[in-house]
């Protein structure tokens, strides 16, 4: 090959890689959404029925089911692209580290008996943030957009404290509508409407 | 005489597959075999000989994952063949800009 060709060879194959780039990651918000909105609308209905202490760790069930959930849908979208681009990848690992963080801080809250007071706003500020960057490195409004109002929401946990707290449950619940389901929705029809056109 | 030297072209890169691979990976996180298969409208045979030849250099890695039929085997590239990706290009640049003024004087010359 002569240099003009391979430096025609090289452009060639970015630009197919370019053309062929999909987005993907439509059903990730959808299958963390609505286990996080569910387990937090059950355990809201189990403090209110039985208020014992082990309706506090009902919690535990959203990474059971939305980890399961989130594998499954990882591949799926491996399955129909066979590729990832860094920006899917940034926005995974982002996802997987605010899992995980919830995770983490969720047991220590609730081994150090501050759980009441903190985890959902703690929560909520995570699921915000998550779904803020998430927008703004897909250059998608709608999710930045829902991504502050979740943060903002996080605030009202740390007024319901005391006898008030499992209604923080409610409000974690719709931070989850807010930062994970409602977008989740709109970029599943974005993402449907951009790849069949 | 012109003092332009030519830089040494990396063998390895030196491939039109493997040029290929090289590039469709470093515009991507990773890539299965298949993909790999499509972009560059190779067969698997020769595909898996040259992933080969680029793993051994240390310019990707190749994971395996699951088992049986849905076994994939995924591709991504590493910091070294991301350095000596972009230093060929580089070179090629290089050389580039050296023939075309060269081509235009002959072309005036010529007139």
């Known amino acids: 090959m002569t240099t003009t060709e391979e430096l025609d060879l090289i452009s060639r194959v970015r630009g197919e890689v370019l053309s062929r780039k999909e987005l993907t990651g439509e059903n990730l918000f959808l299958g963390w959404g609505y286990p996080t909105a569910i ?6 209905a189990a403090l209110l029925i039985w208020n014992e202490d082990w309706c506090s760790w009902l919690w535990v069930g959203i990474p059971l089911i939305g ?13 129909r692209t066979h590729s990832r681009t ?75 404290q005391g006898d008030l707290w499992p209604w923080q449950l409610l409000v974690a619940s719709l931070i989850a509508v807010v930062a ?5 929705h709109l970029f599943r029809s974005y993402v449907r409407r951009r790849n069949n056109s | 005489m012109s003092s332009f030297k030519f830089p040494v ?31 560059t409208d ?11 030849m680029l793993k051994d250099a240390g310019y990707i890695n190749v994971s395996k994952s699951g088992l049986g039929r849905f076994s994939r085997t995924t591709c991504s590239i ?30 005036i010359i010529n007139l």
């Not at chain 1, 387990?39 to 809201?44: D, G, K, P, W």
């Not at chain 1, 989130?70 to 491996?78: G, Q, R, S």
């Not at chain 2, 063998?11 to 890539?31: F, Q, T, W």
Request: net charge negative; proline share 4%.
């Open chain 1, 39 to 44: 387990v937090l609308l059950l355990e809201f």
């Open chain 1, 67 to 79: 980890a399961p959930l989130m594998i499954y849908f990882l591949n799926e979208d491996y399955e």
């Open chain 1, 86 to 160: 860094l920006e899917q990848n940034v926005i995974l690992m982002m996802w997987i580290f605010i899992g995980f963080a919830s995770f983490v801080g969720g047991t220590a809250m609730g081994f150090a008996g501050v759980f009441p007071s903190c985890y959902c706003a703690y929560q909520g500020l995570l699921m915000g943030m998550g779904c803020f960057m998430t927008g703004i490195i897909l250059h998608f409004r709608p999710k930045t957009i829902c991504g502050i109002i979740a943060s903002a929401l996080s605030a009202i946990p740390l007024f319901l």
């Open chain 1, 180 to 184: 994970l389901i409602i977008p989740g």
């Open chain 2, 9 to 39: 072209i990396n063998p390895v890169l030196h491939g039109e597959l493997r040029l290929k691979i090289m590039v469709a990976l470093d515009s991507l996180n990773d890539a299965d075999f298949m993909y790999l298969c499509q972009i």
């Open chain 2, 42 to 52: 190779s067969t698997r045979g020769n595909l898996s000989a040259q992933i080969a």
């Open chain 2, 78 to 107: 590493t910091a070294r063949g991301r350095e000596a990706l972009s230093a060929y290009e580089e070179g090629l640049r290089k050389m580039f800009a050296q023939e075309v003024p060269a081509q235009e004087e002959r072309t």
